[in-house]
C-alpha cells in the first residue's frame, strides 16, 4: 500500500506532474514532418505532376493533423469524402503530386458514417506519398487515414561496404527483401525490425481516428462508422499490415544461434525473435488488432524466417489481397508475397501488374524525376492504366468486404486490363 500523502503535498506533486506532462507535450519537434526525401536522403519534389484522378463518386479533401506521441511529432494524414468549395484549387503533396483532393475541404456528411481505412507507408515515405491510393479510396466513401512514422525522416542507408555488396547482389538476383534489410541493415538493427515504434503508431492512428468519431469539435463527429475498419500499407507498411491483421510472430521454434544473434553481421539472417522488442511482447498474436476487418497489403516483405511464414500465414484469418508489381529486381520477392497468399485461412486474393516496379503505387516517388530517371523505360510508362489496377482491385475488395457491397464482388474476379498479369483468389 503507499504511504498516506498531506493534502498540501499531493497538491504540490500534481503541479509538478502537470508541469512534467506540458513539458513532454511540447517538447516535440514541430518541423519534424516538414520537407520531401525518403527516409533521412532529402529528394527534390516533382514541379506539379498530375497523378490518376479518383474513380469513386464523392469529392475529396485531404488534412493534415499533428499529434504529440511518445515524445515526437506525429502526423495523421486524413483522406475522406467531401464537398468542394467554388474556386478551390487540387492539393498537391509535398512530393510535388497533383490531383483531385481539396485540402480542409468540408466532410460530406450526406452518406456517412463512412468506413476507416489505415495506411501504413513504405520504409522512408512521407503520409501523403501515395496520393492516387489514398484520394482513390475515399472517393468510395472511406475516411484514410494515412500515418507519418517515425523512419519518414530516420531511415538511412548504411555505410557498411560488405551490407551494401550483399544488398547489390540479392538485388539482382531478385532478392529484393534481403538487399533492403542490408541496405538499411543500421537502422534496421537499431528499431528491431521497426518493431520499437511502427505497431505503436498504427495503433495510435487508429485509436486517435475513433476518438474523433465521438468529439463533437472534430469535422469527422459523428461521421465515421468505427465497426468497419480497414487497413493497408505499402512495403514496409504491407508488413505490419500482415501482422496487425493476424498473423503471428512465432518464436516457439528451433533457431540457429545465427537467428538468435541481434548483432550478428548480416542481418537478413536475423529473426525477429532475437531482439526485446519481440520477447517483451506477451505472445505472438499480441499485435493482432481484431478491430481491423479486411486488409490490403501492398508489395509486403516479411522478416519472418521463410521455414514459419507459411505456418503464421495460416493465422490470417480476415480478408485480404496482395496487390504487387512484377519488376523482379525492384518489386519484393514475389514468392514471399505468394507464400502468404497461399497459406491464408481466410478469403485470399492475389493481383500482379505488369511492369511495375515497387514506387509505382507510390507516385510521390514513382513520378519523381530523379528517382523516374533510375527505374526501366517499361515502369514509368502507361503509370495511368497501371495505376487503374490498384484502385479498381483496392476499392472493390474493401467495398465487398468492409462495406458489404455485393456488386463489388463481380470486380474481384475479373480481369479488365491487359496490365494484371495474374489474378486469382483462394477460399
Request: glycine share 6%; hydrophobic share 40%.
Amino acid at each position: 500500500m503507499a504511504p498516506h500523502l498531506s493534502k498540501s503535498f499531493a497538491e504540490l506533486l500534481t503541479i509538478i506532474t502537470s508541469f512534467f506532462l506540458v513539458a513532454l507535450a511540447t517538447s516535440c519537434n514541430s518541423t519534424f514532418n516538414t520537407g520531401f526525401g525518403l527516409g533521412a536522403h532529402a529528394l527534390p519534389p516533382a514541379a506539379n505532376v498530375s497523378t490518376a484522378d479518383p474513380t469513386g463518386p464523392h469529392k475529396v479533401g485531404v488534412s493534415f493533423e499533428t499529434y504529440c506521441f511518445e515524445g515526437r511529432s506525429v502526423t495523421l494524414n486524413y483522406w475522406y469524402p467531401a464537398l468542394r468549395p467554388a474556386g478551390s484549387c487540387p492539393f498537391v503533396s509535398v512530393g510535388g503530386i497533383v490531383g483531385q483532393a481539396v485540402e480542409d475541404a468540408p466532410v460530406d456528411s450526406s452518406c456517412g458514417p463512412y468506413p476507416i481505412i489505415i495506411f501504413s507507408t513504405g520504409l522512408g515515405a512521407v503520409d501523403d506519398a501515395y496520393y492516387f491510393y489514398t484520394q482513390n479510396l475515399a472517393s468510395h466513401g472511406y475516411v484514410v487515414v494515412s500515418v507519418q512514422h517515425l523512419d519518414a525522416r530516420t531511415a538511412y542507408v548504411t555505410t557498411n561496404k560488405l551490407a551494401l555488396a550483399l544488398a547489390a547482389i540479392d538485388a539482382l538476383a531478385g532478392n529484393t527483401i534481403d538487399a533492403v534489410i542490408e541496405e538499411y541493415t543500421d537502422f534496421f538493427r537499431e528499431t528491431q525490425y521497426a518493431l520499437t515504434y511502427r505497431p505503436q503508431e498504427i495503433e495510435f492512428a487508429l485509436d486517435q481516428t475513433i476518438q474523433s468519431a465521438g468529439n463533437e469539435s472534430s469535422p469527422f463527429y459523428g461521421l465515421i462508422d468505427t465497426s468497419s475498419i480497414g487497413m493497408s500499407g505499402h512495403s514496409l507498411g504491407g508488413f505490419y499490415t500482415n501482422i496487425i491483421g493476424g498473423m503471428p510472430l512465432y518464436c516457439d521454434y528451433l533457431m540457429t544461434p545465427i537467428q538468435r544473434d541481434p548483432t550478428y553481421p548480416i542481418l537478413s539472417q536475423v529473426s525477429p525473435c532475437a531482439f526485446p522488442a519481440r520477447r517483451s511482447l506477451s505472445g505472438p498474436f499480441a499485435l493482432h488488432d481484431t478491430r481491423i476487418k479486411a486488409i490490403i497489403p501492398l508489395a509486403a516483405p516479411t522478416f519472418i524466417t521463410r521455414t514459419q511464414l507459411a505456418r503464421s500465414a495460416a493465422q490470417l484469418k480476415i480478408p485480404m489481397m496482395t496487390i504487387t508489381g512484377d519488376n523482379k529486381t525492384s518489386e519484393t520477392t514475389s514468392w514471399v508475397q505468394r507464400d502468404i497468399h497461399d497459406n491464408a485461412a481466410g478469403p485470399s486474393y492475389w493481383v500482379k501488374v505488369k511492369d511495375t516496379n515497387h514506387y509505382l503505387v507510390a507516385d510521390s516517388y514513382g513520378l519523381n524525376p530523379v528517382l523516374s530517371a533510375n527505374m526501366g523505360l517499361e515502369d514509368v510508362a502507361n503509370f495511368l492504366d497501371k495505376a487503374a489496377v490498384y484502385m479498381t482491385y483496392s476499392a472493390a475488395f474493401f467495398n465487398y468486404y468492409v462495406k458489404g457491397d455485393q456488386t463489388a464482388k463481380t470486380t474481384l474476379h475479373t480481369v479488365f486490363s491487359s496490365y494484371v498479369t495474374e489474378l486469382s483468389s483462394r477460399n
